[in-house]
């Protein structure tokens, strides 16, 4: 037994690989180093730092050090039987098998265990045989010799999977009904997060029922579909779900699961959504046009979610119950599909908005199907199946533009977008020079816009570029005055001066 002595505490442990736990601990770690006492070590061993952080300085070479090491772990109590053989990893407490693996884990850092002469001492042994000397490589090699497994674990009990997880181990042992020890499970069920990574492995820790009752896939599924609608597994719904699990197959998909266990009883129908619970204003169509632009809208949307609900249910992805609720609530959407969409495209009609109806008549076929097909049904224009111009030319006919009208309709529109672009350039230009600084009047700092401003507003009205090596510099210049005012790429005002010459020109 190691004891490690502090001013304020005692700590112990029954091999020296369980001190390195201790060194973590924050009181151990912010104690002094002359303060701390280590009793039960052999001669030569001791507690020092290196960086700043406690380590463990042992007498003897890389190989025995670590062969010592990990053999005073195989032969612990904790590892070893009344008859001298191993234990299986799930009737080791997971303090001691965490032990084994931290000291794993540490080797991967050679000066946590040896000082400088002996990491030395050890490089050339390694070079004298054409290798490279890596203590981590060492540790994983005795651990195989020593223990019959590496660093990814033993077999896990009834598989021919490797784990070092240890709740893992004793997991595949309670579904296996293997007897694990009362005090393993002890630790396990005083930590809610031990089964973080295998939840079914809580729930054959709690309900004895189900272990070697129920397979592996069966159980995994049927938990996590239990837990993802808020029930739970215990010994009064055990019998019932080892009943059902005995229909489903061996690794069973979770809609199957799922439609299972609502069968049983064992989990609800899925509630509505809570907009449900609440009416819904859907207003009042302004025209026949707008009733049935809804109407169709509406139903091309009930339509498109049940159809993929049938897809998913069809493909195995989702179960009849959620499919069910899915279709449920497509329905109930339709009635509550508003005549806003529908009120807009009439009122864009009346008043020959152009620009809203050709935003959505004016598109692919596959797009705005529904709409269109109000517009064919109510006012007779067919604006499917058409090539562009046509299904265009059909749009502006709708509002009574004739050929001549379209043209100058589409210049006006084309001009205006000019313009509102060249408005969003110089607004986005301007507020990137204004968070430039610039020295101004009377030594004052100003923005790089109001730079530029100031610079234009004097007549400085040309940009000109300047080569400096393989740079470029931009400056605004006044007729033929030497005098210029600066300019920069990077801070915005070069683009912001070019977007107001150009307004200015134009």
């Given at each position: 037994m190691y004891t490690l002595h502090i001013p304020d505490a005692v700590f112990s442990s029954t091999t020296v690989a369980g001190l390195f736990a201790i060194f973590n601990d924050v009181q151990v770690r912010s104690t002094e180093t002359s303060h701390i006492r280590?009793?039960?070590?052999?001669?030569?061993?001791?507690?020092?730092?290196?960086?700043?952080?406690?380590?463990?300085?042992m007498?003897?070479?890389?190989?025995?050090?670590?062969?010592?090491?990990?053999?005073?772990?195989?032969?612990?109590?904790?590892?070893?039987?009344?008859?001298?053989?191993?234990?299986?990893?799930?009737?080791?407490?997971?303090?001691?098998?965490?032990?084994?693996?931290?000291?794993v884990e540490t080797c991967r850092k050679p000066e946590a265990l040896l000082c400088t002469d002996q990491i030395d001492v050890a490089v050339q042994e390694a070079r004298?045989?054409?290798?490279?000397?890596?203590?981590?490589?060492?540790?994983?090699?005795?651990?195989?010799?020593?223990?019959?497994?590496?660093?990814?674990?033993?077999?896990?009990?009834?598989?021919?999977?490797?784990h070092s997880r240890h709740s893992l181990h004793v997991a595949y042992?309670?579904?296996?009904?293997?007897?694990?020890?009362?005090?393993?499970?002890?630790?396990?069920?005083?930590?809610?997060?031990?089964?973080?990574?295998?939840?079914?492995?809580?729930?054959?820790?709690r309900v004895p029922a189900l272990r070697g009752a129920i397979a592996h896939g069966k159980l995994r599924t049927i938990e996590s579909a239990m837990r993802h609608n808020g029930k739970t597994i215990d010994a009064v719904n055990?019998?019932?779900?080892?009943?059902?699990?005995?229909?489903?197959?061996?690794?069973?998909?979770?809609?199957?699961?799922?439609?299972?266990?609502?069968?049983?009883?064992?989990?609800?129908?899925?509630?509505?959504?809570?907009?449900?619970?609440?009416?819904?204003?859907?207003?009042?169509?302004?025209?026949?046009?707008?009733?049935?632009?809804?109407?169709?809208?509406?139903?091309?949307?009930?339509?498109?979610?049940?159809?993929?609900?049938?897809?998913e249910l069809a493909a195995g992805r989702i179960s009849r119950?959620?499919?069910?609720?899915?279709?449920?609530?497509a329905r109930l959407e339709e009635g509550r599909h508003t005549f806003e969409h529908g009120n807009r495209l009439a009122r864009a009609l009346a008043g020959r908005d152009m620009q809203v109806l050709l935003d959505v008549l004016d598109t692919p076929d596959e797009r705005n199907l529904a709409s269109k097909a109000a517009f064919q049904e109510v006012l007779g224009v067919k604006l499917t199946g058409l090539r562009g111009v046509a299904r265009r030319r059909a749009v502006f006919a709708l509002c009574g533009y004739d050929a001549t009208q379209q043209a100058q309709w589409e210049r006006q529109a084309a001009q205006g977008k000019i313009e509102a672009d060249a408005g969003r350039e110089l607004a986005d230009a301007r507020a990137a020079a204004a968070r430039a600084r610039y020295v101004g009047p009377h030594a004052s700092e100003i923005s790089g816009a109001e730079?530029?401003?100031?610079?234009?507003?004097?007549?400085?009205?040309?940009?000109?570029?300047?080569?400096?090596?393989?740079?470029?510099?931009?400056?605004?210049?006044?007729?033929?005055?030497?005098?210029a005012r600066r300019l920069s790429a990077k801070d915005g005002t070069l683009a912001y001066a070019r977007a107001i010459l150009a307004g200015l020109a134009a």
């Open positions: 280590l009793a039960g070590a052999a001669a030569g061993e001791r507690i020092t730092r290196y960086n700043g952080r406690l380590v463990l300085r007498p003897g070479t890389a190989r025995s050090i670590v062969t010592e090491t990990l053999l005073e772990i195989r032969n612990s109590a904790a590892f070893r039987c009344s008859d001298g053989s191993l234990r299986a990893p799930w009737e080791i407490p997971v303090r001691d098998w965490n032990v084994l693996f931290d000291f004298a045989r054409g290798a490279r000397f890596s203590l981590s490589d060492l540790c994983l090699e005795t651990l195989e010799r020593l223990f019959g497994f590496g660093y990814c674990g033993p077999q896990l009990a009834g598989t021919e999977e490797r042992a309670l579904l296996a009904n293997l007897p694990v020890p009362e005090d393993v499970l002890q630790d396990y069920r005083s930590d809610p997060q031990a089964f973080r990574y295998a939840e079914w492995g809580d729930v054959l820790m055990a019998d019932a779900i080892v009943a059902l699990a005995a229909h489903l197959e061996l690794d069973p998909a979770y809609s199957a699961a799922e439609d299972a266990l609502h069968a049983a009883g064992l989990i609800d129908d899925l509630s509505l959504p809570d907009c449900f619970q609440q009416s819904v204003d859907v207003g009042q169509p302004v025209s026949p046009l707008a009733a049935r632009v809804r109407e169709r809208v509406a139903q091309a949307v009930r339509k498109r979610s049940i159809d993929h609900a049938d897809s119950r959620t499919h069910r609720h899915r279709c449920d609530i730079h530029v401003d100031i610079a234009i507003r004097d007549g400085y009205s040309k940009i000109e570029g300047f080569r400096r090596g393989a740079a470029m510099t931009y400056a605004l210049v006044r007729g033929s005055e030497r005098t």
